[in-house]
């Protein structure tokens, strides 16, 4: 992983601050749409991950998106936990486990495989939830009450107020994002680069590929986790609409209209998806045809995203430390088909 | 269970499993060629049985709707390789399911926009509408023997294109070896363009087909994809024959799965694909990867 060059950095503390100050003067309905991109941030960046950094595009991440909104329900519901401090690790932990599980299976298939076969264990997620009456069928389930963080009867925050579940889905975003640079850039982030360069060199050298890809499947599943968490707690509700792979597709779009393998990429995807979805349906009841346009004509017109647009003049030709130029990144990958 | 429901659980498997096998075929057939993953592949299920819909509404049978739907829906898949599809052979698997997934939004806006949100039945024709009595309560309806025998006759129509005409040659000499063929001197973005088309005329066909049994709903074409994609992911990808074994397997697991567990009916292809996947992660008759 490369370091963020510093124009960048200053970018990105330029939109952080942004962050900070937009519900000083936004609506109440503007501050609940942006705690909604940073849910789809958290989502797409966990999804990042996958498909930019390790080459494993999942198009199944929605099951572990729509397991941590049953989780923190049922949790609430039947096991009477509301604490954040319980729950939250609980369906993070969760998830993790359940990506280890799913991605035993799907890391066994690769290329295009891999995609069909997330895609249909997904399917499964969706499925149970639809069909099981313990989890409110397709109605889903009501989440009462938001995670209370009271300690020993202090409570730091409140998370029923708006502004507050706002700054504290922000505060989950940079803390995702440093916790994932943090993971790319230690020895095991260099082991995924180097899978993802070249498989055949990395299991040559020793490693066993398929144990650091799995690792890197439960991560991104942890971090998705995390999403789904605070996306079930601002809704109030989890339905089977949080698995469907409508949910996988659209983090995979806004992964690539962001820009891949970057993190903040995603970051600037979710904003700008989000943004026009809204735009998009106040102009039409059939917006969704212009967001399908939207997509074929990115993947025609801009084949590395909108970093290639707006940063790419002043990120994409900034050479590295060492003076050497970025490396292109492979167009297909061997052995794919 | 008695012999009779036997009987009829598996004339349904059966006949489910030939309709699964015309999409199956045609996506296995996409991606052996084309080298082309196509989420979309199941919008041309949903836009035959809308036609089918349509155009029996508009001329009082369903088989002037078919044979009126079929050209159609080859043109259809002609433009959309030209427009889309045919930008996507050189790249990533990964802008093949982004692009394809975008056509999926703009299919089913365009279809709620003609057709609107409602569920649509199509009449099954005059002379099929009959039923087979089988016991004093079971009985089992000719239309659905009809899309078996229809469905044998596309699968042997193929099989005499593939193995006995130039097209099939090329069809088989592009799915071992693209570049060859190419080099050789073929007309391969025709053959492409044809092979898309063709593909996307199967699956139609299987939307006309079963929309008389199966009602027109918005979104069913994405129930059928997801399905395919599990019957070419245990027969393996690139392979006719494993669509067609992997589309019987499926036609009886789910039949047979809703008979026995009807309280995880929908759970039990998925269950069985996991199993093959941990037996034979290439699918039954996909080639080990190198």
Redesign the interface.
């Known amino acids: 992983m490369r370091p963020l060059s510093r124009p960048l950095i200053g970018l990105l503390l330029a939109a952080l601050a942004l962050l900070v100050v937009f519900p000083q003067f936004a609506e109440r309905y503007y501050v609940q749409l942006g705690t909604k991109v940073m849910v789809m941030a958290i989502f797409a960046m966990s999804l990042d991950l996958l498909v930019g950094y390790t080459r494993l595009v999942s198009l199944g991440h929605a099951a572990f998106f729509g397991l941590a909104g049953y989780a923190l329900a049922v949790l609430q519901r039947d096991f009477g936990l509301v604490s954040l401090w319980t729950t939250l690790p609980l369906t993070v932990g969760l998830c993790a486990i359940a990506a280890l599980l799913v991605g035993a299976l799907a890391i066994r298939t690769s290329g295009i495989y891999f995609i069909m076969v997330t895609l249909a264990i997904a399917q499964m997620f969706y499925y149970f939830a639809n069909d099981t009456r313990a989890l409110g069928g397709s109605d889903g389930m009501f989440i009462g009450v938001k995670p209370s963080a009271e300690v020993f009867g202090w409570a730091p925050f409140d998370l029923k107020n708006r502004v507050t579940f706002y700054y504290f889905s922000l505060a989950a975003l940079v803390a995702s994002f440093l916790l994932a640079r943090m993971v790319l850039v230690s020895l095991f982030g260099r082991v995924i680069d180097a899978i993802r360069c070249n498989e055949p060199r990395a299991r040559a050298l020793g490693y066993s590929t398929w144990r650091y890809k799995l690792s890197m499947f439960a991560i991104a599943g942890a971090f998705a986790g995390l999403a789904g968490y605070i996306g079930a707690a601002q809704d109030g509700i989890v339905n089977p609409a949080f698995l469907s792979w409508h949910q996988s597709g659209q983090a995979l779009v806004i992964v690539i209209l962001g820009g891949m393998g970057t993190l903040y990429g995603p970051v600037a995807g979710a904003f700008a998806l989000i943004a026009l979805e809204d735009v998009a349906a106040s102009m039409t009841e059939h917006w969704l045809l212009l967001i399908g346009l939207f997509v074929v004509a990115i993947v025609l017109l801009l084949p590395r995203g909108l970093v290639s647009l707006s940063l790419g003049g002043m990120v994409g030709r900034v050479r590295r430390r060492d003076g050497r130029a970025p490396p292109p990144r492979p167009v297909r990958e061997a052995g794919d088909d | 269970m008695d012999v009779s429901t036997f009987l009829v659980q598996s004339l349904n498997s059966v006949q489910y499993g030939f309709l699964l096998f015309l999409v199956a075929s045609g996506l296995t057939l996409i991606?052996g060629i084309l080298?082309v993953?196509n989420l979309a592949h199941g919008s041309f299920f949903m836009i035959g049985a809308y036609l089918a819909h349509w155009l029996t509404v508009k001329t009082g049978n369903l088989f002037i709707a078919i044979a009126l739907g079929l050209p159609l829906s080859f043109l259809l898949g002609l433009v959309v390789e030209r427009l889309?599809i045919g930008?996507?052979y050189?790249?990533?698997?990964?802008?093949q399911?982004?692009?394809t997934?975008?056509?999926?939004?703009?299919?089913?806006?365009?279809q709620?926009?003609l057709w609107g949100n409602d569920v649509h039945g199509v009449a099954t024709p005059a002379g099929l509408s009959a039923s087979i009595p089988l016991t004093e309560v079971q009985s089992y309806p000719v239309y659905r023997f009809f899309i078996s025998v229809a469905c044998i006759g596309v699968a042997g129509a193929m099989y005499l294109v593939i193995h006995g005409t130039k097209l099939g040659m090329l069809i088989r000499a592009g799915a071992s070896n693209r570049e060859m063929v190419e080099l050789l001197g073929f007309g391969v973005k025709r053959l492409y363009a044809v092979v898309f088309a063709l593909g996307a005329a199967l699956t139609a066909f299987a939307g006309m087909l079963s929309a008389p049994v199966n009602s027109v709903y918005p979104g069913m074409g994405?129930h059928i994809l997801?399905i395919s994609?599990?019957v070419?992911?245990i027969g393996g990808?690139g392979s006719i024959q494993g669509a067609f074994i992997g589309a019987m397997l499926i036609g009886f697991v789910d039949t047979f799965g809703k008979v026995f567990v009807p309280?995880?009916?929908?759970?039990s292809v998925?269950?069985f694909?996991?199993a093959v996947?941990?037996w034979r992660?290439?699918?039954l008759f996909g080639a080990r990867?190198?």
């Open positions: 991606f080298g993953i889309a930008f996507l050189a790249r990533d698997h990964l802008y399911v982004l692009l997934y975008g056509l999926i939004l703009v299919f089913n806006e365009l709620r926009i994405e997801i994609f599990v070419v992911v990808l309280e995880a009916a929908s759970l998925y269950a694909m996991a996947l941990l992660p290439q699918g990867p190198a």
